[in-house]
T-cell receptor
């Protein structure tokens, strides 16, 4: 079964600093990867996804993630964060023909002024 | 489309009572998922449906939990009888084929 590991439960960072949220998945022949964001008292919203093709995927609000097959990683990065990026971020994976997502434990990103 | 709609947003009930959570998926989506989120266990898949048929219910914690999808636009998750350890946020999500899952706002259940 697929498993997803988010290595950092909390990441505090100052506004306009760069950030990286780490995600590793268990090896699989074919895997689809996602990052979701959850604001307080809200549902999860898709931030970006890797299904195939280019290993670097970007979101509309400046986040990017790179699929690294050899390291089984899908880290999320942003070169300059804003206060409004404060939220919990979940990495998720889906393997092969499976339809259900397996989620990591989440990383709380707190952007400090 | 209004997205995945869940009701109620908040539910407070007494131990032993029956609780029913409701979900309306996005029109045209053929997969529906029920997840539970707690501080201790994170996001857990409880059950999912494809074309209204339950495919995998291995995540349902025990027989007190049941889920139905009588048609393509409605699903329920029922807990009977409820217990304090069932307190959590329950999310419904839907997707189309291999696309991403879209989540509802969740139902925050508190069992006292």
């Amino acid at each position: 079964a697929q498993s997803v590991t988010q290595l950092d439960s909390q990441v505090p960072v100052f506004e306009e600093a760069p950030v990286e949220l780490r995600c590793n998945y268990s090896s699989s022949v074919s895997v689809y990867l996602f990052w979701y964001v959850q604001y307080p008292n809200q549902g999860l919203q898709l931030l970006l996804k890797y299904l195939s093709g280019s290993t670097l995927v970007e979101s509309i609000n400046g986040f990017e993630a790179e699929f690294n097959k050899s390291q089984t990683s899908f880290h999320l990065r942003k070169p300059s964060v804003h206060i409004s990026d404060t939220a919990e971020y979940f990495c998720a994976a889906r393997s092969g023909s499976a339809r259900q997502l397996t989620f990591g434990s989440g990383t709380q990103l707190t952007v400090l002024p | 489309d209004a997205g995945v709609i869940q009701s109620p947003r908040h539910e407070v009930t007494e131990m032993g009572q029956e609780v029913t959570l409701r979900c309306k998926p996005i029109s045209g989506h053929d997969y529906l998922f029920w997840y539970r989120q707690t501080m201790m266990r994170g996001l857990e898949l409880l059950i999912y449906f494809n074309n209204n048929v339950p495919i995998d219910d291995s995540g349902m914690p025990e027989d007190r939990f049941s889920a139905k999808m009588p048609n393509a636009s409605f699903s329920t998750l029922k807990i009977q009888p409820s217990e304090p350890r069932d307190s959590a946020v329950y999310f419904c999500a839907s997707s189309f084929h291999q696309g991403e899952a879209f989540f509802g706002q969740g139902t925050r259940l508190t069992v006292v």
